[in-house]
């Protein structure tokens, strides 16, 4: 016999008397402790360990019971909670935990104190059949009970030790029974007679659940006779004849029979389906396995087999969808319409799976609804972030209590055809843990290789999902595994520019709001520079959501003076000084240059998580040790591209005519403002070489110029990501110079137009085309023209 003590327990433990109540190992009892003994047992037991023995009274009369008023065996316990009351009573929680036989007592003050001996119980031969009935006996009770949790049927298969089993069953059904019936099954040491006697029990229990349900049952369908006058026969005919449940039973199974039929099952479904109905119609009709056997039926009805949408695709209206919803996007607008053509040719949909990937709110989820309208599909959205559960992609099996299909099958029932398009979003916000990784389960409904044979683990069968059009959403590609990115084409959506978000709210968020707002009937305009006001100076995002919360905001005012009398609403103009009176003081700024030409301080070029940003980098030198401090908070990348600028420098010290131990007497200090925000990246190394190059020779650095750009030991300047949104923040930051990669030069075919006519773009492939650029010689270069 196994035993639930994991730690010594003292030989003599406190006693706690119950009255009418009584409790077995593996259960949880929650007491409200009202005699001063009892309370003092329950302190001294917290004090000393939690272990505490409970045992019922023989009479309940009695107030201050000795041990010859208590029940000779009891339940070892240990307090899990206790709270004095503000009546000077006490709540507890106590969890049972072995069956004892109490010995003697040691000590009655200040509370009864004994000492006890574990009941030994017998270790018989019982069958695995007789283990596996009083199992299904155990889950029967639990299901028709309706009132204990589902998660004690998965605790009782799990365990393995017979006098547990017997413990937790006869815990559950001990307020059912006498209270003499529990002391007997506490005290009997007879493995095999307390396993018979809680069996019996059990079997007592659910036929007594089963009298009453059927006694309600025909007390809900009897309907009282239209007359008073009722022949005594007619009245016996009625009560022998209110027996229609096996006959309702029967005609369900003959509908569901017509139903499988009737649908355009595969062979296999069919096949399974008529088999679990067979059995279906064998089993009782109240019965657990009856519920579970009919519940799997209705999934595989309920799902589409054969059932197709008719495919419109146009490529001219879905031109039209999309632009009518999402201003700009050219490119994944372009994506998608070449995808369109491509299904519309081949009448199929075995292409690649879009993975759109960008930041919040630059309209991810919306394109893909919009795509679903433009082909006259049905749409569904099936959100993935925090799902950690491989059984939440592919189901759970049907073993296990409360079983149901995946994700992708529940899917497929909501869309009820089976060519729909479903967005999977955010995909990248899936992990693993030791249930499973549900990326890896992803890879099959991803891989139109394999996803024509989809198995989810309820249904155990086939579905073809093959024709169904998949979208997924991300915000991040690093956290998807190379195998399931791999499998998907990543469209990237950039973050919206200035201009887009000008165009943006005058098209599609300041009409929407000031309809929702009811304010469809006063002339209500935003100024360009108000706009800009909010955009620059109260939202810091790549979408456009928090701007969408402004103009809310702004309305909302504008509705309180209508309402209030305090204006008309008669062209209503919101400049910029209304924006700054509504909203308050300026929440965010933008990176500005230097207005003079500074020494050690070079304008810098950084994407973030809401776009482009002005970042500048700051160089000291002062004596020292050689030592060069990084400040800043700095990623590794950074600190190891600064590490990389300042050696190229050193290795320039005969043309800079620098003395060889000059670097040995100074120490190089490089700071990035804005310390509390994480900085990293490899973008910055022709920045930091400029800004401590400038601070060792005093060299000035032109301030409307900015750079960007990796470097290499040798000097060279190689390619950076995100050069769009790098060159219009040094627009908008009023830069007149960007320093570039001449390897980036590709990528400014993605800047806008007007903003490279108003900037001057100079492309360098070594640090010195960077240094004769940004730094005023005065004509001395040493690195040449």
């Keep these: 016999m196994k035993t639930l003590l994991k730690e010594p327990v003292p030989e003599i433990v406190p006693l706690l008397p119950l009255r009418n109540k009584t409790i077995f190992p593996l259960m949880a009892l929650p007491l409200y402790i009202g005699r001063r003994k009892s309370i003092s047992a329950a302190e001294i037991s917290q004090k000393e360990g939690g272990f505490i023995i409970l045992s019922t009274q023989l009479d309940d009369t009695v107030e201050n019971p000795g041990l010859r008023d208590i029940y000779p065996c009891g339940v070892l316990c240990n307090i899990l909670q206790l709270f004095r009351l503000k009546n000077g009573t006490c709540k507890s929680l106590v969890s049972g935990m072995e069956r004892v036989r109490i010995l003697e007592t040691v000590t009655e003050e200040p509370c009864i104190k004994v000492r006890y001996e574990l009941l030994n119980a017998t270790s018989p031969e019982i069958s695995d059949d007789e283990l596996n009935n009083f199992r299904n006996l155990f889950e029967r009770y639990v299901i028709f009970s309706g009132n204990l949790p589902q998660e004690m049927i998965a605790t009782f298969q799990q365990i393995k030790d017979v006098s547990q089993l017997i413990d937790l069953a006869a815990g559950t059904i001990s307020g059912k029974i006498s209270v003499k019936a529990n002391l007997q099954l506490i005290e009997e040491t007879d493995t095999l007679k307390r396993f018979n006697s809680v069996k019996n029990l059990l079997e007592e229990e659910l036929r007594i659940m089963e009298d009453e349900r059927n006694l309600r049952n025909k007390s809900r369908n009897y309907k009282p006779p239209k007359t008073i006058d009722i022949p005594i026969k007619n009245a016996e005919t009625h009560f022998h004849t209110d027996n229609n449940s096996e006959d309702d039973f029967s005609s369900e199974n003959k509908e569901l029979e017509e139903k499988i039929l009737s649908l355009n099952l595969s062979e296999e479904a069919r096949d399974k389906t008529l088999r679990e109905l067979k ?59 070449e995808h369109l053509a491509v299904a519309s040719l081949t009448h199929s949909n075995s292409g690649q799976i879009l993975c759109l990937a960008g930041p919040p709110g630059v309209g991810k989820t919306s394109l893909a609804t919009a795509l679903a309208n ?376 993605d800047v806008p137009g007007r903003i490279l006519r108003a900037m001057e773009i100079i492309r360098v492939s070594h640090v010195t085309g960077v240094l004769n650029k940004a730094l005023d010689w005065q004509g001395n270069s040493p690195f040449g023209s």
């Design 374 to 749: 433009a082909c006259n599909r049905s749409f569904v959205r099936i959100s993935l972030g925090g799902v950690k559960d491989e059984s939440e992609i592919r189901g759970h099996r049907r073993t296990y209590v409360g079983s149901m299909p995946g994700k992708i099958i529940q899917a497929m029932r909501r869309a009820k055809t089976c060519n729909p398009v479903i967005l999977l979003d955010e995909i990248d916000k899936m992990s693993s843990d030791i249930k499973g990784d549900p990326a890896s389960a992803m890879l099959e409904v991803l891989d139109p290789e394999q996803n024509h044979t989809f198995v989810d683990h309820y249904l155990d069968i086939d579905y073809d999902l093959s024709s169904v059009m998949f979208i997924a959403t991300a915000n991040s590609l690093d956290t998807i595994p190379w195998a399931l990115r791999d499998r998907m084409e990543i469209i990237e959506l950039d973050a919206y520019t200035e201009w887009d978000k000008l165009a943006i709210s005058e098209k599609h968020l300041i009409p929407r709001q000031i309809t929702k707002h009811g304010l469809d009937t006063y002339q209500i305009s935003f100024l360009e520079p108000a706009l800009k006001t909010i955009i620059h100076h109260y939202t810091r995002e790549a979408g456009v959501r928090s701007l969408e919360r402004q103009i809310s905001a702004c309305l909302r005012k504008i509705a309180l003076e209508i309402v209030s009398g305090k204006n008309p609403g008669t062209n209503i103009r919101i400049s910029s000084q209304i924006i700054e009176k509504w909203l308050g003081p300026h929440k965010y700024s933008f990176g500005r240059g230097e207005v003079d030409n500074p020494i050690g301080v070079v304008n810098g070029l950084a994407v973030t998580s809401s776009g482009g940003d002005l970042l500048s980098a700051e160089a000291a030198v002062i004596p020292g040790k050689g030592r060069v401090v990084l400040t800043g908070k700095l990623g590794e990348v950074m600190q190891e591209s600064a590490q990389t600028g300042i050696s190229w420098i050193r290795s320039q010290m005969e043309k800079l005519q620098l003395n060889i131990e000059f670097f040995d007497s100074i120490d190089i200090h490089i700071h990035f403002p804005e310390g509390a925000i994480p900085k990293d990246g490899p973008s910055a190394g022709i920045t930091i070489v400029t800004a401590v190059l400038s601070s060792l020779l005093k060299i000035p650095v032109f301030s409307d110029t900015a750079m960007t750009g990796e470097v290499t030991l040798r000097g060279r300047v190689l390619k950076i990501g995100g050069l769009k949104e790098k060159i219009i923040a040094a627009h908008r930051s009023g830069m007149k110079r960007v320093i570039i990669p001449e390897e980036n030069f590709s990528d400014l075919t």
């Design 279 to 337: 059995r279906l119609k064998q089993m009782a009709p109240m019965s657990a396995e009856a519920t579970v056997a009919r519940s799997y039926i209705d999934w595989i009805i309920s799902i589409p087999w054969g059932e197709y949408s008719p495919d419109v695709f146009k490529i001219d209206t879905a031109e039209e969808i999309l632009d009518s919803g999402h201003y700009g996007m050219k490119k994944p607008k372009q994506r998608i319409l």
